[in-house]
């Protein structure tokens, strides 16, 4: 491996990682499509580099809802990607478009009340047709990755990673029983039903803007991105493929 360019989106410990198992750290982004592969040490990562459309593999660090490794395995994991041997998945990279250029995320895209302790009236469509309209906090539709964040904080199901479903849940919502569902991504639309207070679309748990109680969000896989699960790996579901075999 010696030599192979590595990118990193990451802290010194990981640059540290990097050249013990004997690649060139690149930290410039720009130079990523020099890389063999990229090292990523966060969610925020995870998420900019989807945005970016990176081509490469990744290699998650201690990120929740992928396969992913604790920073004591990562050099073990650099060597053995050296050698061919670490498997890889895909995940649904998804953009939600309204008045607005889309916008990508990984994990989750949420609608949300601007100001604390208000809330507003939301549907949710699938393939043209309302299923359920709420009053809540918000409303927030998480892939498979995401599902295991603040969806599931949120009482809403946790979804098997390639199975191409969002898992949809509203937030605090003023009724106990309001439901949550599991729908197909690319059948997805969320909507502001009332213009009594802001409402923020959010995607991977980033600010993006206001939404008016008149646009529709409509949500639609845009692409993947391709991450290693090494032996040892953990993600959704735990320990991600069993003996860490180092």
Request: net charge negative; proline share 6%; hydrophobic share 40%.
């Given at each position: 491996?010696?030599?192979?360019?590595?990118?990193?989106?990451?802290?010194?410990?990981?640059?540290?990682?990097?050249?013990?198992?004997?690649?060139?750290?690149?930290?410039?982004?720009?130079?990523?499509?020099?890389?063999?592969?990229?090292?990523?040490?966060?969610?925020?990562?995870?998420?900019?580099?989807?945005?970016?459309?990176?081509?490469?593999?990744?290699?998650?660090?201690?990120?929740?809802?992928?396969?992913?490794?604790?920073?004591?395995?990562?050099?073990?994991?650099?060597?053995?990607?050296?050698?061919?041997?670490?498997?890889t998945m895909r995940h649904p990279v998804v953009t939600a478009a309204g008045s607005f250029d889309p916008i990508g995320a990984v994990f989750d895209v949420a609608l949300m009340t601007a100001e604390p302790a208000r809330i507003s009236e939301f549907s949710v469509h699938c393939a043209g047709e309302e299923i359920s309209r709420f009053r809540a906090d918000g409303v927030v539709a998480s892939t498979p990755a995401?599902?295991?964040?603040?969806?599931?904080?949120?009482?809403?199901?946790?979804?098997?990673?390639?199975?191409?479903?969002?898992?949809?849940?509203?937030?605090?919502?003023?009724?106990?029983?309001?439901?949550?569902?599991?729908?197909?991504?690319?059948?997805?639309?969320?909507?502001?039903?009332?213009?009594?207070?802001?409402?923020?679309?959010?995607?991977?748990?980033?600010?993006?803007?206001?939404?008016?109680?008149?646009?529709?969000?409509?949500?639609?896989?845009?692409?993947?991105?391709?991450?290693?699960?090494?032996?040892?790996?953990?993600?959704?579901?735990?320990?991600?493929?069993?003996?860490?075999?180092?």
């Open positions: 491996m010696s030599g192979q360019r590595v990118g990193i989106v990451g802290s010194e410990r990981v640059t540290e990682a990097i050249e013990a198992a004997g690649g060139e750290p690149v930290d410039d982004d720009r130079a990523f499509d020099t890389a063999a592969f990229v090292v990523a040490e966060t969610e925020s990562a995870i998420t900019d580099l989807a945005r970016d459309g990176l081509d490469a593999p990744i290699l998650a660090v201690e990120v929740e809802g992928i396969p992913s490794v604790p920073i004591d395995r990562l050099e073990a994991s650099i060597e053995r990607i050296r050698h061919g041997s670490v498997p995401g599902s295991v964040g603040y969806n599931r904080n949120a009482g809403g199901p946790t979804v098997a990673l390639g199975t191409g479903v969002a898992s949809i849940v509203p937030i605090a919502p003023f009724a106990t029983a309001a439901g949550d569902w599991v729908l197909s991504i690319d059948d997805v639309e969320l909507r502001v039903e009332r213009d009594e207070t802001p409402v923020e679309l959010l995607a991977d748990g980033r600010r993006e803007l206001p939404v008016a109680a008149d646009d529709a969000i409509a949500l639609s896989t845009a692409g993947t991105i391709e991450t290693y699960a090494p032996p040892g790996a953990t993600g959704a579901f735990g320990d991600w493929t069993g003996a860490d075999g180092d």
